[in-house]
């Protein structure tokens, strides 16, 4: 047999195993936060000393953590990964308040895409943005303006 036609045929056999194991590691992706218990503990997987309660999603997707200390936090679900955040002063770009109950965070760190949380509750969601606008707003005014650099 032609040394060729054997390199195809590897190469074909290879490709439809790893095209195999890549639709069975592809799996289901349906988790979703069910109860404030569960955001706290995504959430203490990066910030283990974290007490608090959390206000979830209408759809499971992210939650918004209210700390004790009286700071805040997000845990968010992209793709097949939970990531969690601190919501500190400076942190925030921008809130908006959409009319379909989402609250849309923009980050002032660019390598972090904007989070949309999706709360049912109209008096959460305002407590909510309300809060992450103070959170804004505290750090725009403690910001040093004889820096001028961008």
């Known amino acids: 047999m032609n040394p060729l ?5 590897a190469n074909l056999v290879l490709g439809v195993v790893l095209l195999g194991l890549l639709y069975r590691k592809r799996g289901d992706d349906t988790e979703r936060l069910t109860e404030p218990g569960q955001a ?7 910030h ?6 959390a206000s979830l999603a209408a759809d499971g997707r992210a939650a918004l953590i209210d700390l004790a200390d009286g700071s805040a936090g997000l845990v968010e679900r992209r793709g097949r990964r939970w990531n969690a955040r601190a919501l500190d002063p400076g942190v925030i770009a921008g809130v908006d308040d959409a009319n379909d109950g989402a609250i849309t965070i923009r980050f002032a760190d660019f390598g972090w895409p904007k989070a ?12 909510w943005t309300d809060r992450l606008a103070a959170l804004r707003s505290a750090a725009a005014s403690t910001r040093d303006k004889s820096v001028n650099h961008a």
Not at 5 to 9: G, K, M
Not at 48 to 53: L, Q
Not at 116 to 125: C, G, K, S, T, Y
Request: glycine residues 6%; proline residues 7%.
């Open 48 to 53: 283990p000393t974290a007490r608090g309660g």
């Open 116 to 127: 949309r949380v999706l709360l049912a509750d109209p008096v959460d969601r305002r407590r």
């Open 5 to 9: 036609a054997i390199a195809i045929v």
């Open 40 to 46: 706290l503990d995504r959430y203490r997987m990066v």
